[in-house]
């Protein structure tokens, strides 16, 4: 696994916070945010790439990129691959985001607005669009295998998740670096969740205004960083003698047609792709403990009676940041649920 966050860019010292129960929510100081209906977020700070960017890049590329190419970078490291012989072929990114080089996209438009086109950097598209993370860091590791990126807001890393298994479970890969990266605190990020409506502006207690499962919750935090893990095949990673984490069992993906962020209020969708999940897994209900969820008002009931009616008597368990992998943030890798 490997990690850029609000509570730096160590995995274990981050699961210990987490542990602790230890919020990496402050107040936002990076632009002045006084005007702002919300003026907190998961903002990081003090971060450097020393060691994994050249200084060069470091300069031009966007926080969404730097943290993706540090936090692959720690992941293979955390995952005994340093020093490895791998065959890069069949060695792949994909490392999806909800919003790209977001800081990036606005200093240049506001540099048209200002200055006019011919001062518009010739980095602005490249470092802009979504896929730019993967590829990357595809080309800083050598990695020739498959390579791009998704963007399905907060399931984003999910869905990067679930594709890149399949193209293990398929035979494309052997290895894939996997998850998201997102870095959208600067006021344009801000100012479009505020306009959504969709953010908490519990300004006076910033550290408790993450509570999905509260009755008093008045929206999520916006949050960014990177979160990745290394996934490969059993036979590859036994052959190497890999210090496996976990197994990938199985999953799903759907569409309930419905609104773009309110949930049915019969769940269909969300309780479909849970049975698809555990069919294509082979797990059954009882093995399952644990849901995640937005801070939205409206989602809590809808996205109970979805899991009550794909899974009947499940007791709902709150992962306290496992999203973080996914937005977030949108996420890994940025939305604290």
């Not at 730097?66 to 955390?78: S, T």
């Not at 870095?183 to 953010?199: D, E, H, K, M, S």
Request: aromatic share 10%.
């Amino acid at each position: 696994m490997g990690l850029v966050s609000v509570f730096g860019n160590d995995v274990d010292a981050y699961y210990e916070k987490l542990l602790a129960g230890e919020s990496g929510i402050t107040l936002i100081d990076r632009f002045d945010a006084s005007k702002f209906p919300t003026r907190f977020a998961g903002q990081i700070r003090g971060f450097t790439a020393q060691g994994y960017i050249d200084g060069k890049n470091d300069r031009r590329l966007d926080d969404c990129l730097r943290y993706c190419i540090v936090a692959g970078k720690k992941a293979l490291e955390d995952a005994d691959l340093g020093g490895e012989k791998i065959d890069m072929e069949k060695a792949g990114v994909l490392v999806g985001t909800g919003m790209g080089g977001l800081t990036v996209f606005s200093d240049n438009v506001q540099t048209l607005i200002e200055k006019g086109h011919r001062k518009i950097s010739p980095f602005f598209i490249p470092y802009s669009i979504t896929n730019m993370a993967s590829a990357l860091l595809g080309i800083e590791l050598g990695f020739m295998g498959p390579n791009y990126s998704i963007s399905t807001a907060c399931a984003t890393s999910n869905y990067c998740f679930y594709a890149a298994a399949n193209h293990i479970r398929r035979g494309e890969a052997d290895l894939m670096i996997a998850g998201g990266t997102e870095a959208a605190v600067i006021p344009i990020g801000l100012g479009g969740f505020v306009a959504c409506r969709a953010l908490s502006q519990r300004n006076d207690d910033p550290k408790t205004a993450s509570r999905p499962w509260d009755r008093d919750r008045d929206g999520f935090v916006m949050g960014e960083g990177s979160g990745v893990l290394i996934m490969e095949s059993l036979e590859h990673a036994m052959k190497r003698g890999a210090p496996i984490i976990a197994e990938y069992l199985g999953g799903a993906v759907n569409c309930d047609a419905y609104h773009m962020t309110d949930p049915r209020a019969d769940g269909l969708g969300v309780s479909t792709c849970i049975e698809r999940s555990l069919e294509d897994a082979g797990v059954s209900p009882e093995e399952v403990t644990s849901s995640s969820n937005f801070s939205l008002k409206i989602n809590s009931t809808a996205v109970i009676r979805e899991i009550n009616h794909s899974l009947l008597w499940l007791h709902l368990v709150l992962f306290a940041l496992i999203a973080f992998v996914c937005w977030f943030l949108w996420h890994i890798v940025g939305v604290h649920w």
